[in-house]
């Protein structure tokens, strides 16, 4: 089982720029989840999808971030315009829809933004 | 306004010694409860959890303990190893829509086990 994949593991951009991460969460996981660390927030969810449907996307900072689910393996956050102050790490995470709370996380992608 | 706060950023223990990492809640809707553990440069991986109906949940040198009252839980390794060396959050969980449930973390605690 090769867990969650994100990519890229890094990416340094210049603000301004569009900037798309990608996750593939754990095949036959309903539930996938886009958090965000920084220092001075810690880990805060953005959105998750249940079966690849949005469902609580109350934590995306802006209209400048986005992220789509078209498939139970594939899903995409994308910044557009990328300002410095979204340099964070960005993991995703997914989990087992009849198997409790236990999420699975990725390495993450650390963002820099110029 | 946050709903799970890990009051400690960091922790120093000798090897062979107890840790103890402390984590308070707010929402009271709050009925299950996780500890993550993260390395460097990796995602956080699960450590252990407890339910609300529980007090006490124990995985060999971790047990964590859930003071529903006190709103509080907190995390004991015993004994204490330099590979312990990471930082632990303190996640929690209310009952969600369709199926699945959002974790809310608090902000981690660094343990360092010297050795």
């Known amino acids: 089982d090769a867990g969650v994949i994100q990519s890229p593991r890094h990416e340094v951009t210049e603000m301004g720029q569009e900037v798309t991460l990608r996750c593939k969460p754990i095949s036959g996981h309903n539930s996938l989840f886009w958090y965000r660390q920084t220092m001075m927030r810690g880990l805060e969810l953005l959105i998750y999808?249940?079966?690849?449907?949005?469902?609580?996307d109350s934590g995306m900072p802006e209209d400048r971030f986005s992220a789509k689910m078209p498939n139970a393996s594939f899903s995409t956050l994308k910044i557009q315009p990328s300002e410095p102050r979204d340099s964070a790490v960005y993991f995703c995470a997914s989990s087992a829809l009849a198997g409790g709370t236990e999420q699975f996380f990725g390495p993450g992608t650390r963002l820099t933004v110029l | 306004d946050q709903q799970v706060k890990q009051n400690s950023p960091s922790l120093s223990v000798q090897e062979g010694r107890i840790s103890i990492l402390n984590c308070d809640y707010t929402?009271?809707?709050?009925?299950?409860f996780l500890w993550y553990k993260k390395y460097p440069a990796e995602g956080p991986t699960f450590l252990i959890s407890i339910s609300s109906i529980k007090d006490k949940n124990e995985d060999g040198r971790f047990t964590v303990f859930l003071n529903k009252s006190a709103k509080h839980l907190s995390l004991h390794i015993v004994p204490s190893q330099p590979g312990d060396s990471a930082v632990y959050f303190c996640?929690?969980?209310?009952?969600?829509?369709?199926?699945?449930?959002?974790?809310?973390f608090g902000k981690g605690t660094k343990l360092s086990v010297i050795p």
């Open positions: 929402n009271s809707m709050f009925d299950y």
């Open positions: 999808f249940n079966n690849n449907v949005p469902i609580d």
């Open positions: 996640a929690a969980s209310a009952p969600g829509g369709v199926g699945s449930y959002q974790l809310t």
